[in-house]
């Protein structure tokens, strides 16, 4: 049984840091690309990051280009989003999730095959 359980969302002020985790089980994670998702109240889920099997390639939304990295560790089985300078917007549910591919990475949500449970993030001023 797959499981991704996400960790390490709180309240902070803006300007703040935050390191998301994102510990996954029952999966050959090496095989996975992985990703990073936020869904505010009364909007859609977004696309925050993603990452590919070895760590060589990353992708990021504009929103949080040079504010916000991704990183893994497959021995670990983790995933990160280390998120710098956070704003008022950046208020959301994260939530990370894993694609069966060694290909290309997407940022598309609906091509992921599995998701966590999410993380509340709330950044106040």
């Known amino acids: 049984q797959v499981q991704l359980v996400e960790s390490g969302g709180g309240l902070v002020q803006t300007g703040d840091s935050l390191r998301l985790s994102c510990a996954a089980s029952?999966?050959?994670?090496?095989?996975?690309?992985m990703g990073w998702f936020r869904q505010a109240p009364a909007k859609e889920r977004e696309f925050v990051a993603t990452?590919?099997?070895?760590?060589?390639?990353?992708d990021y939304a504009d929103s949080v280009k040079g504010r916000f990295t991704i990183s893994r560790d497959n021995a670990k089985k983790t995933v990160y989003l280390q998120m710098n300078s956070l704003k008022l917007e950046d208020t959301a549910v994260y939530y990370c999730a894993a694609r069966e591919t060694t290909a290309v990475v997407t940022s598309v949500p609906r091509r992921y095959d599995y998701w966590g449970q999410g993380t509340q993030v709330t950044v106040s001023s």
């Open positions: 990452i590919n099997w070895s760590g060589g390639y990353t």
């Open positions: 029952g999966l050959t994670f090496s095989n996975y690309a």
